[in-house]
């Protein structure tokens, strides 16, 4: 099932850091099949606020995502986003196909 890597970056500290941390990003995804679906960009906000940019990082399963999390590629470069952002970061499986509303119910 596909999986995602969703980031809320709340703040970030601009500098030759985040710059570092975005060239080198791309070249960590590859191997695990990542993909960006969501990137920052504008947010039309809806509903209470929302202060920060999404990320959304597509891969073809939960295991995916945990390997590219831990992997040596990445963990060379997140300290360069972690030292100088404040965000949250999670990780979740999307949804088989067809899905309705109420299949959460049971």
């Known amino acids: ?11 970030v500290t601009p500098g030759p850091w985040i710059v570092e941390y975005l060239e080198k990003i791309d070249a960590t995804l590859a191997a695990f099949g990542g993909r960006f679906l969501v990137h920052g960009g504008e947010v039309d906000v809806v509903e209470n606020n ?30 360069l986003r972690t030292g100088n952002s404040e965000s949250d970061v999670i990780f979740v499986d999307g949804v088989e196909h067809p899905h309705k509303a109420t299949d959460v119910l049971g």
């Open 1 to 11: 099932m596909t999986a995602y890597a969703v980031a809320h970056m709340r703040h």
């Open 50 to 79: 929302w202060p920060g940019h999404l990320i959304v990082i597509e891969f073809p399963d939960r295991q995916h995502v945990r390997d590219w999390y831990n992997s040596p590629a990445y963990q060379a470069i997140l300290k």
